[in-house]
Structures are given as structure tokens and as C-alpha cells.
């Protein structure tokens, strides 16, 4: 049954701590402190795969497969500071959870459970981010997914989920210029998107393919941000936030499309605005049994289309 395992950590700062492996009941246990970090960890046809790893400065980089699994698989990833890449993969993913939390610089994140039957990913990419990007895909059952990131522009945060009863978060914390996007296939999905504090120029767009899915979309304190609710099926409930009344909301647009019947769509749009700088919606709801809510405030020049009906 192969095991890789290759750690990395060369330079003044060198604290390296140890692995562990653990035969078929597989096990990774390692810390690096400086300079130019790398771990590689790959488990095979796996057992009991775990793979726990720490970096705290400069070069940073972990990669880890853990494939085929017969039980629990398990990543968790913390690093601090500077280059950071992380790279996760569990292949078939019994007990799949992948954890990556980076304090970060140049970040990067990326997990992929494949099959995934009970899997949960969460990366956290915290208050000195810069340069972040973050991606979560899953593919199985039971599924959950979260991407938190604080204090970073120009950012880029992608959730792909297939399967059934699935639920993906994306949180984006004075953000500007940033991209949210989440996909889920299936049944009874949950998806949420927050951009919020400062949401300038913030992108956020859900597609949701199914029966009683629920999308909601928060910007607040946005300025020409833009959101978008794409969703196929039956039952599906879509809600759009824009400002939170107390300051600015100008120059927001939102969008929703709901294709199949007895949909519900919501868009509120508070704040300021003017002729230079107003709001504007746009929902369509393609077949029977549709519902639309929209509210506009504070702004002149807003500019609002529903189309109900079939094209």
C-alpha cells in the first residue's frame, strides 16, 4: 500500500517536528517554522488516513492526496505567513472532512473530495490576507462547504457541489473587487454569499440546479457590486440584499433567472443613490406559479424589470 511523505524545511528558522505513519491505519503528523517550506503527503489505497500539517513561515507549500480510503479520512492545514499554497484531494472520502486555515500572503487554497460521501471542507483565509484565492469542489451526499475571507481584494472564492442535501457558505469581510461563486446540483441545496462591511465592485453569482433550493445573496455598504441567482428546477427560493439602509448601496445591480415553476424571488436594495449612481434589477421567471418581491429605497434613477411567463 504506498506512502509518500516529503517534508521540506531548509534555511535559518528550520523547525521541522516530526510525522508519524501508522501502517494501514495511516497517519501524517508534521510542524515546519521557516524558511522555504514544503510538505508532499500522498496515502494510497488508504485505511484510516489522516494527515495533520503546520507551517508558520516563508515559502510554505503542502500537497495531499489521500485517495481510496475503506474509513475515515481526515486533512487539516494551518499555516501563518508569507507564499502559501495549499493543495488538498480525498478521492473516495468516507469520513471526508479537509480543513485549511491560512493567516496568509500570496495564499492559495484549493480542496477536492471527488466522491466524498460525508464530506465538509472549510478554508479560512483570516485578517492579513492578500492575494487570496480559495476553491472547494465536491462531488458526493451529505455535503457542506464554507470559504471565509477577511480583509483581502481582488479575491476569488469557488464552490462546486453535486449531489444531494448540500449546504455552502462564502463569507468575503471588507472585501474590494472580489468574486464569490457557488454551484450546487441536487436537492433541498443551501447557499449563502456575504459580502459585507465594504463590498465595492464585489461579484457574487449562485447557479442551483434542482427542487427546493434556497439562494440568498448579502452585499452590504456595496458600491457597484454585482449579484446573480441562476435557478433550475421546482419550489426554488432566491434572495438578493443590497445595503443595509444606513450608508451607501449605489450603483448595485441584481440579477435572478428562475426556470420551472412556483419560484420565489426577493431583491432589496437600500441606501443612497442618485441618476449617476442608481440600482437596478432584473428577474425572470420562466413558467407557472411565480412570486416576486422587489424593494427599492433612499436612491433616484433606480431601475427595475420582472418578466413572468414563458419565453
Known amino acids: 500500500m504506498k506512502r509518500t511523505y516529503i517534508s521540506i524545511a531548509v534555511g535559518l528558522a528550520l523547525g521541522f517536528t516530526g510525522s508519524t505513519f501508522a501502517g494501514d491505519g495511516n497517519s501524517v503528523v508534521s510542524s515546519q517554522d521557516g524558511n522555504a517550506n514544503a510538505i508532499v503527503v500522498e496515502q494510497n489505497a488508504t ?3 489522516l494527515a495533520t500539517i503546520s507551517q508558520s513561515g516563508d515559502g510554505n507549500s503542502a500537497n495531499v492526496n489521500q485517495a481510496n480510503s475503506a474509513a475515515a479520512m481526515t486533512v487539516d492545514v494551518n499555516t501563518t505567513g508569507d507564499d502559501n499554497i495549499v493543495t488538498i484531494n480525498q478521492d473516495a472520502s468516507v469520513g471526508a472532512l479537509a480543513t485549511v486555515i491560512q493567516d496568509s500572503k500570496t495564499s492559495s487554497a484549493s ?9 465538509l471542507a472549510t478554508i479560512s483565509q483570516l485578517g492579513s490576507s492578500e492575494l487570496s484565492s480559495a476553491s472547494i469542489s465536491q462531488t458526493g451526499s451529505d455535503l457542506v462547504a464554507s470559504i471565509t475571507q477577511d480583509m483581502a481584494d481582488y479575491d476569488s472564492a469557488v464552490v462546486v457541489q453535486g449531489g ?48 427546493n433550493n434556497t439562494a440568498d445573496i448579502t452585499q452590504d455598504y456595496s458600491y457597484a457590486s454585482i449579484a446573480t441567482i441562476n435557478q433550475l428546477g421546482q419550489d426554488n427560493v432566491a434572495a438578493v440584499n443590497q445595503g443595509d439602509g444606513l450608508a451607501y448601496a449605489d450603483y448595485n445591480e441584481a440579477n435572478i433567472t428562475q426556470t420551472g415553476n412556483d419560484h420565489y424571488a426577493s431583491v432589496t436594495q437600500l441606501g443612497t443613490g442618485n441618476p449617476a449612481n442608481y440600482n437596478v434589477v432584473d428577474v425572470v421567471q420562466n413558467d407557472n406559479g411565480q412570486m416576486a418581491n422587489i424593494t427599492q429605497t433612499g436612491g433616484a434613477g433606480n431601475y427595475v424589470n420582472v418578466f413572468q411567463g414563458t419565453m
Open 47 to 49: 485505511t484510516g488516513a
Open 111 to 119: 480542496i477536492d473530495q471527488s466522491a466524498a460521501p460525508a464530506a
Open 164 to 211: 444531494s442535501n448540500l449546504n455552502a457558505a462564502i463569507t468575503q469581510m471588507d472585501t474590494w473587487d472580489n468574486v464569490a461563486s457557488i454551484t450546487q446540483y441536487g436537492a433541498g441545496n443551501t447557499g449563502s454569499i456575504l459580502q459585507a462591511n465594504v463590498s465595492d465592485y464585489g461579484v457574487a453569482e449562485m447557479i442551483q440546479s434542482g427542487i
